[in-house]
């Protein structure tokens, strides 16, 4: 081969070879990745409340960059991620108070590593009506174990008994435990009066939860509501009073004569359990001057448990206790007629924490009061007597101002009476025409109870209402500070101040341990919401010259908290989210 033919030949196979590594380089550099891919979850429709999920799926071969997620667009979530081929994305989203219908948009878009951007992906929520529960009526003898749940709503018609318990003296012939869902609402009928009746023996495990607390209510359509639709809450249990029927000592029929049976021999009786309770528009006369309470408890022993519960709008009383030992935390009486928190019969139970708020025109003919409490219905010196202990209890009268006009019934905010015995700590009461009517009348004189240490008032703070009537109370002349010894709602002329000590009620009271009589509730840090409507703001300011923020000390005993203010509250609203103040106005059929 010459050298010519050579040379063209060498020259040849390198034009080739630089013409393939050109073809390789542009095939490299003109290789082509797909741009990611979404896909979005399905289209969801929930009510308001619901938790409903968004998903997407998401296809990256070039590497996942970014994803971003836009709710009606903006932004909803941004996430990084490091080159992830394939993911799956998912996060809860409670819907919000939106109008029936309303949509929801999520928008998503992914971009790759090499900066690509997919298209845009939606997921839709929809905002749903919330269905009418199924209303399941209930009469009758409740026997063994029933369950109401949550999806339902329960009407009561009549006189509703869970066991069956015929003679004030006998053994309960049928019994049942009765279990309520957290959540669930019970109704009333109103032609009927209905009640719920745990009869001795027999339980009630309604144990709410502070975002879903269980209702005893109107059946009533809202704005239509009113005390004594139905009526009410009664436990009886097998504790100790002090009554005798029919020659047979420590049994009773509750007042009303409608077999309501209670009484026995053990206080440690157990009668279920209420926690974060409401009992709604109940509270009706079954006979003249002898009433059902929201809250009515039978001889109900300490081994039932009693937290959190509130009675609102009552016909009678928010609460009443005839004789047992049963404990209770966290009661709230709101708006009731009659009085807040009664007791009599020998009950002897423990209670911490309650706030009494009233209406200023809405009283009972029979006087209202925050407390009441006596031995027995005619002061008589019968055993067990009325012993409870009671510590931090706020007692709030209508009265905000020597301008609000009140109900002529309102009475006392502590009307103690008939022999009672009671040990009462920390508590705060204002607003009422009386603060404290300690009544002589019964075998044993309340004022001699609290001269030989049996009536206990301890770190009490009594206070007036500016420039309402004598040293800021509306009783008028005879009665110094907010104390009297007569009936301040009748004509009867005051009979002189008895003694204690040798000292007048109000000396006294000054003179034991912490106790306090203020002219004006407004030093006291307590907020003016107290007296208004809807939801109050419990907690008390730090920065007033007489605060009950400071001072309280807890009773003894196991059952009480350590405390160290006066009154329900210091800094904490332990009402909050599972107690209602506007209960005409809430929808309770869904």
């Known amino acids: 081969m010459n050298l010519f033919k050579h040379t063209h030949i060498l020259r040849t196979i390198a034009i080739l070879l630089s013409a393939a590594m050109i073809f390789n380089a542009c095939t490299k550099e003109e290789e082509i990745v797909p741009v990611p891919t979404i896909s979005a979850g399905a289209a969801v429709s929930s009510k308001v409340g619901d938790v409903a999920k968004v ?4 296809n990256a071969p070039g590497g996942l960059k970014t994803l971003t997620i836009l709710k009606n667009g ?36 992914a971009t790759d590593n090499k900066d690509q951007a997919s298209t845009v992906a939606t997921q839709v929520i929809t905002v749903s009506a919330v269905p009418a529960k199924q209303v399941v009526d209930v009469s009758g003898v ?5 369950s109401w749940t949550k999806d339902k709503i329960y009407k009561l018609k009549g006189f509703v008994r869970v066991g069956e318990d015929l003679k004030v003296d006998g053994t309960p012939t049928k019994t049942g435990t009765l279990t309520i869902q957290a959540g669930t609402v019970i109704i009333g009928e109103r032609s009927s009066k209905a009640t719920l009746i745990i009869q001795r023996g027999s339980k ?26 139905w009526g009410g809450l009664v436990i ?3 504790g100790l009073n002090n009554v005798t029927t029919a020659g047979v000592k420590g049994v009773a029929e509750l007042e009303g004569q409608y077999g309501a049976f209670h009484g026995g021999t053990d206080n440690a009786d157990n009668s279920g359990s209420l926690k974060y309770v409401r009992v709604e528009y109940a509270g009706i006369p079954i006979n003249p001057n002898q009433e059902v309470n929201s809250f009515t408890f039978g001889s109900v022993g300490s081994g039932t448990t009693l937290e959190y519960v509130q009675a609102s709008y009552g016909g009678d009383d928010s609460f009443e206790w ?78 905000q101002d020597n301008t609000t006009a009140i109900s002529v019934q309102f009475q006392n905010g502590m009307h103690l009476r008939r022999n009672a015995q009671v040990k009462i700590h920390n508590t705060f009461v204002t607003g009422y025409p ?56 009748t ?33 006291t840090g307590v907020s003016t919401t107290i007296f208004g409507a809807g939801r109050p703001t419990f907690t008390v300011g730090t920065s007033a010259t007489e605060t009950l923020t400071k001072g309280g000390v807890a009773p003894t005993g196991s059952y009480f908290t350590a405390t160290d203010f006066v009154g329900a509250f210091k800094d904490n609203d332990w009402t909050a989210k599972w107690s209602n103040f506007s209960p005409g106005t809430t929808d309770y059929s869904k």
Do not use: H
């Open 236 to 238: 009886c249990g097998k």
């Open 55 to 58: 998903t997407a799926t998401i």
């Open 322 to 399: 005839f004789g047992g030992a049963v404990n209770g935390k966290y009661l709230v009486a709101y708006r009731g007629i009659d009085d807040d928190f009664d007791m009599d019969n020998g009950y002897s139970g423990n209670l911490q924490y309650g706030i009494g708020l009233r209406g200023a025109s809405i009283a009972d003919q029979s006087g209202s009061n925050g407390f009441e409490i006596d031995n027995d219905g005619s002061g008589t010196t019968n055993t067990p007597a009325t012993t409870a202990t009671l510590s931090n209890f706020s007692l709030i009268g209508p009265k």
């Open 142 to 146: 409740l026997e063994g174990n029933i």
């Open 491 to 523: 004509a009867s002329t005051p009979v002189a101040l008895a003694n204690i000590s040798g000292k007048k009620p109000s000396e006294w009271f000054a003179a034991q341990a912490g106790n306090k009589i203020l002219e004006d509730w407004s030093v």
């Open 204 to 229: 009630i495990i309604a144990n709410g939860t502070v975002d879903e607390p269980i209702v005893f209510t109107s059946e009533r359509a809202i704005g239509e509501r009113e005390a004594g639709d």
């Open 434 to 489: 009386n603060g404290i009517f300690m009544d002589p009348t019964g075998a044993v004189s309340t004022l001699t109870n609290a001269e030989e240490g049996k009536l206990v008032l301890n770190r009490v703070v009594l206070s007036g209402v500016k420039s309402w009537g004598t040293n800021n109370f509306g009783a008028g002349a005879g009665n110094p500070n907010g104390f009297a010894v007569r009936d301040v709602n």
């Open 74 to 109: 903006q932004t909803f979530e941004s996430k990084a991620y490091t080159g992830e081929t394939s993911i799956s994305y998912s996060k809860d989203y409670t819907i919000e108070s939106l109008p029936v219908g309303s949509t929801v948009v999520f928008t998503f878009q």
